[in-house]
């Protein structure tokens, strides 16, 4: 059973940064698909990165390519989200979620699968 926590959200003016956090426990970090989503009140959810950890490849959303960067400290089970450029349409709760253990799978797999194991969120609020 995978277990994740997010943290670090919190309210920024536009063009302000965050930087999320998921901490992860219960299997092999180091063979996973993760992933960060979003929704906003009124949305669906949207995903908007992922990563293999097994080689750290990435896939990203348009909508959030070139401000947000993911990445991960593999000795702490850590996976990170560096959101720069902030607007107000990032406005949303935030979300890690987690599927695996599972072995040599690229970013772009782990985009579109399915995510069974979720965090609880943490809240990011950009304001003009």
């Known amino acids: 059973q995978v277990q994740l926590v997010e943290s670090g959200g919190g309210s920024v003016q536009a063009g302000g940064s965050l930087r999320l956090s998921c901490a992860a426990s219960g299997y092999t970090y180091s063979s996973l698909c993760m992933g960060w989503f979003r929704q906003a009140p009124g949305k669906e959810r949207e995903s908007i990165v992922a990563?293999?950890?097994?080689?750290?490849?990435?896939y990203y959303a348009d909508s959030v390519k070139g401000r947000f960067t993911i990445s991960q400290d593999n000795a702490k089970n850590t996976l990170y989200l560096q959101m720069n450029s902030l607007k107000p349409e990032d406005t949303a709760m935030y979300y890690c979620?987690?599927?695996?253990?599972?072995?040599?799978?690229?970013?772009?797999?782990?985009?579109?699968?399915?995510?069974?194991?979720w965090g609880q969120g943490t809240q990011v609020t950009v304001s003009s």
């Open positions: 990563i293999y950890t097994g080689d750290g490849s990435t």
């Open positions: 979620a987690a599927a695996g253990p599972i072995a040599a799978v690229s970013g772009a797999y782990c985009y579109h699968r399915t995510m069974p194991y």
